[in-house]
């Protein structure tokens, strides 16, 4: 697992998000990897921000594995 020791938060624009169930799916992706993680999704302006200990890399892949484009890996 790729976590630095204290959490970080990482501020990401993704692309393809439209709905509830977007930002459910995203949440739910990024808990699958950390438990812990606090996410917030701004459906209209496309920011996802994410207090986890995952690296910046491995949430932005979270969010992609569900189909999403990542702008800003």
Known sequence: MNT????STH????????CQ?????I???V???DAQAQ???????GQVSV???LSREATAAAIADEGYE???P
């Open 70 to 72: 990542v702008l800003n």
């Open 11 to 18: 501020a990401l624009q993704v692309k393809g998000m439209s």
């Open 4 to 7: 630095p020791a204290n959490p």
């Open 51 to 53: 207090q986890t200990q």
């Open 27 to 29: 949440t739910q992706a």
């Open 31 to 33: 808990l699958a990897q």
């Open 39 to 45: 996410v917030r999704v701004d459906l209209p302006s």
């Open 21 to 25: 169930h977007c930002v459910k799916a």
